[in-house]
């Protein structure tokens, strides 16, 4: 006896849920269509996972990060350019000093002319020529042949030179007129006055004037003396110069005596017309007899002045 079961539930009935989630699901390619689940479960675990990019972008710039952080902080090294503790230029290396600019002129120089060209060092020194402005250097002047007076202004003063420009000749001139140094030596003071004007005493280390030849007056008004004195200034140079400024003086004394100075016998009296520096000076004089007498006294560019000792007084 067969019994036949209905599979169709009655009319009515409505089937409990299971509380147990259904497995979802898992589409499987087209090439699996036809294969097994186990199949496929197999397949998708042998299938090959993405790169994951991003993280790995992410780690390379940490690590470059870190690198850069610890070559700026390692020991003993010196920090470049832009990096705290970098040394800085000094301004000659990065803004060195401009050389005077060359004159370029190639030009044919005109029939009874000669051409003079003229640098200074620096550039832009106004310039006259034979007492008459020509404009600032560099330049090129085609001129009239024979001896031309240059003469360059500068903030310390004039600067003269001569030169000789030939027909159908190019002369050259190049002169620093940056400024130097005079040193006037002398064992009293002295006013120094450079070209007329004064710049300072004998008391100062040295005064500073342009470059060229320079007529000195030295002079002090107290002992009547005045003097005066060339010299040349090189640029960027001392020049030294020494004076010893002397008036003459008339030595006697009664009966006689040795007379000494600063340690250094001049002669026995009488002595006319001695020369001795000026200033206040101790004349010694010594007799075997008497013994010594001091006399100071100054002595004055002016005065041939009498200087006397009388022993029996």
Same mark, same amino acid.
């Given at each position: 006896m067969?019994?036949?079961v209905?599979?169709?539930?009655?009319?009515?009935?409505?089937?409990r849920?299971s509380?147990?989630?259904?497995?979802?699901?898992?589409?499987?390619?087209?090439?699996?269509?036809? +294969?097994?689940l186990?199949?496929?479960?197999e397949?998708?675990?042998?299938?090959?996972?993405?790169?994951?990019?991003?993280l790995?972008?992410?780690? $390379?710039?940490v690590?470059?990060?870190a690198?850069?952080?610890?070559?700026?902080?390692?020991?003993?090294?010196?920090?470049? &350019?832009?990096?705290?503790?970098?040394?800085?230029?000094?301004?000659?290396?990065?803004?060195?000093?401009?050389?005077?600019?060359?004159?370029e002129?190639d030009?044919?120089?005109?029939?009874?002319?000669?051409?003079?060209?003229v640098?200074?060092?620096?550039?832009?020194?106004?310039?006259?020529?034979?007492?008459?402005p020509?404009?600032?250097t560099?330049? &090129?002047?085609?001129?009239?042949?024979g001896?031309?007076? +240059?003469?360059?202004?500068t903030?310390?003063?004039? #600067?003269?030179?001569?030169?000789? $420009?030939?027909?159908?000749?190019?002369? &050259?001139?190049?002169?620093?007129?940056?400024?130097?140094?005079v040193?006037?030596?002398?064992?009293?003071?002295?006013?120094?006055?450079?070209?007329?004007?004064?710049?300072?005493?004998?008391?100062?280390?040295?005064?500073?004037?342009?470059?060229?030849?320079?007529?000195?007056?030295?002079?002090?008004?107290?002992?009547?003396?005045?003097?005066?004195?060339? #010299?040349?200034?090189?640029?960027?140079?001392?020049?030294?110069?020494?004076?010893?400024p002397?008036?003459?003086?008339? +030595?006697n004394? $009664?009966?006689?005596?040795? $007379?000494?100075l600063?340690?250094?016998? +001049?002669?026995?009296?009488?002595?006319a017309?001695?020369?001795?520096?000026?200033?206040?000076?101790?004349?010694v004089?010594?007799?075997?007899?008497?013994?010594?007498?001091?006399?100071?006294?100054?002595?004055?560019?002016?005065d041939?002045?009498?200087?006397?000792?009388?022993?029996?007084?």
């Amino acid at each position: 006896m067969q019994l036949k079961v209905k599979a169709e539930p009655p009319s009515g009935f409505t089937p409990r849920r299971s509380p147990v989630a259904e497995p979802p699901v898992v589409h499987m390619p087209e090439r699996f269509g036809t +294969l097994g689940l186990g199949r496929s479960d197999e397949t998708a675990a042998d299938a090959p996972r993405a790169f994951p990019w991003k993280l790995a972008a992410v780690a $390379v710039g940490v690590a470059i990060i870190a690198a850069v952080v610890g070559r700026t902080y390692l020991p003993g090294r010196t920090a470049v &350019s832009g990096e705290p503790g970098a040394p800085v230029e000094s301004a000659l290396a990065t803004n060195p000093t401009p050389a005077s600019p060359a004159v370029e002129d190639d030009s044919p120089i005109p029939a009874g002319r000669g051409r003079l060209v003229v640098v200074t060092q620096p550039p832009g020194i106004k310039v006259l020529l034979d007492r008459k402005p020509v404009g600032e250097t560099p330049l &090129s002047l085609d001129v009239t042949p024979g001896r031309r007076m +240059l003469t360059f202004l500068t903030n310390g003063g004039e #600067v003269i030179r001569s030169v000789r $420009v030939g027909a159908g000749k190019t002369e &050259s001139v190049d002169i620093p007129v940056f400024s130097g140094w005079v040193a006037v030596f002398a064992p009293i003071v002295l006013s120094v006055a450079a070209d007329g004007k004064n710049i300072g005493t004998t008391e100062d280390s040295r005064l500073m004037l342009p470059p060229g030849k320079h007529q000195l007056t030295l002079s002090n008004r107290e002992l009547g003396y005045t003097s005066t004195q060339e #010299v040349e200034i090189e640029p960027g140079e001392i020049r030294s110069v020494n004076v010893d400024p002397r008036g003459t003086v008339n +030595l006697n004394a $009664v009966p006689w005596a040795e $007379v000494w100075l600063d340690g250094q016998k +001049l002669g026995d009296t009488p002595l006319a017309a001695t020369p001795v520096s000026l200033g206040l000076r101790e004349f010694v004089f010594k007799n075997s007899q008497f013994g010594e007498r001091k006399v100071t006294t100054t002595i004055k560019a002016s005065d041939n002045a009498p200087v006397a000792v009388d022993f029996t007084k």
